[in-house]
């Protein structure tokens, strides 16, 4: 069971990164997917959750990147991607998909919900 990050890397502020989450060893489509993101001297936080799994889909956006970033599942694929847009230096962090198989909960937004993490990818966002 694995799941791989990448996608990161430097970009001028109003840049562009897709991130990528591919998983192995189990199928995304049945799990709550997140992206978590680690800036230097912060708490890890949790920027997007998707979960496809029951009739509604569920979408998580944290304030600070509504309208900029975009999150998405290819089942065929098993990857999640982050689409980040506009970005800006506050974006600068190592980012982490995670998912879990608890489902939509009022705790899904924090890391102890999720079973499975990836090695994390650095986005940095600078001029």
């Known amino acids: 069971v694995q799941l791989q990050a990448s996608g990161g890397g430097s970009v001028q502020p109003g840049g562009s990164l897709r991130l990528s989450c591919v998983a192995s060893?189990?199928?995304?489509?049945?799990?709550?997917v997140a992206w978590f993101r680690q800036a230097p001297g912060k708490e890890r936080e949790a920027v997007s959750c998707?979960?496809?799994?029951?009739?509604?889909?569920?979408?998580y956006y944290t304030e600070s990147v509504k309208g900029r970033i975009t999150i998405s599942k290819d089942n065929a694929k098993n990857t999640v991607y982050l689409q980040m847009n506009n970005l800006k230096p506050e974006d600068t962090a190592v980012y982490y998909c995670?998912?879990?198989?608890?489902?939509?909960?009022?705790?899904?937004?924090?890391?102890?919900?999720?079973?499975?993490w990836g090695q994390g990818t650095l986005v940095t966002v600078s001029s």
């Open positions: 998707i979960d496809t799994s029951d009739e509604t889909p569920y979408y």
């Open positions: 995670a998912a879990s198989s608890g489902g939509i909960t009022s705790e899904i937004r924090l890391a102890r919900s999720y079973d499975y």
């Open positions: 060893g189990f199928t995304l489509g049945d799990y709550a």
